[in-house]
């Protein structure tokens, strides 16, 4: 696949998601003269334009798929453009992904306003893809309002997807019992709003209930700098009758406009920014000491000693970054 970045920046621009669908596959290649591409046509798109960035994360079952269609379609509906990030788990044997989501949010799919990519999160711990966050200012770029962020499911490494995201909306199925104890707390203390989803039916008065757990499990949290009063919260949703979702909408929108009147908005964003900053240079150390041959091979030379027990992982470790340190 050929790119032409100054042609492809105009398309994105100009809101072609064809153009949007080639740029992410361009950001997410690992190829080095990929990456030298993409980082081109990242710095001619700029960051003038911004979009809401919700995270979603959920329990397994939660229904994360037809909610963020169902609340997709809400949002289309009120003239608003909305791209959904999904990100699929990727086989740590042989790499592959099924990338299914799209195809269980067939409706959101066909919808013009709508930009739906799967893509596989290639091992990476924190339930979101290495270059989901270049991807997010693609889309960004090509004029969506909301860009919503769904990782690989609940865990304590789902946490990452809030240093990418605006809001972390944590997505939860009425349970009982021990439900409570299997969210963990380090993800409970980054979401801005809990929504226990299946309100609807025999699975009402449950959800209520578990509504009301987890609003009291908040309330006993340390109250945080970034958070208006009454968040972070928790709400009952119902994806299949579509209710709530406005309300939760709603909710959403007026802590994001809360934050940036406060300026809290844009902290976070640079917050994040460095963040990144840090994360990149550690990847692009790794790739340095994977790529050239002298290094490599002084990598093997340090795993094998550590393999046969001559080297701690530590020394091992401290040896490899030797001649980056000029020693």
Known sequence: MRFDIPSLAKQIRAGDRRALARAITLVESGRDDHRSLALDLLDQLGTDRQALRIGLSGTPGVGKSTFIETFGLMLTAQGKRVAVLAVDPSSARSGGSILGDKTRMEQLSRDPKAFIRPSPSQTQLGGVARRTRDAVRLCEAAGFDVVLIETVGVGQSETVVAQMADLFVLLLAPAGGDELQGVKRGIMEMADIILVNKADGALKPQALRTCADYAGALRLLRKRPQDMDGYPLAMTVSALDNTGLQDAWDRMEALARWRRQTGIFASTRADQA??????????????????????????????????????????????????????
């Open 274 to 327: 460095r963040h990144w900053f840090t994360e990149d240079l550690r990847a692009e150390v790794m790739a340095l000491l994977t790529s050239d041959p002298g290094l490599k091979a002084r990598m093997t030379t340090l795993e094998d000693a550590v393999a046969r027990g001559e080297m701690t992982p530590a020394v091992a470790a401290r040896a490899a970054l030797a001649p980056l340190r000029g020693a």
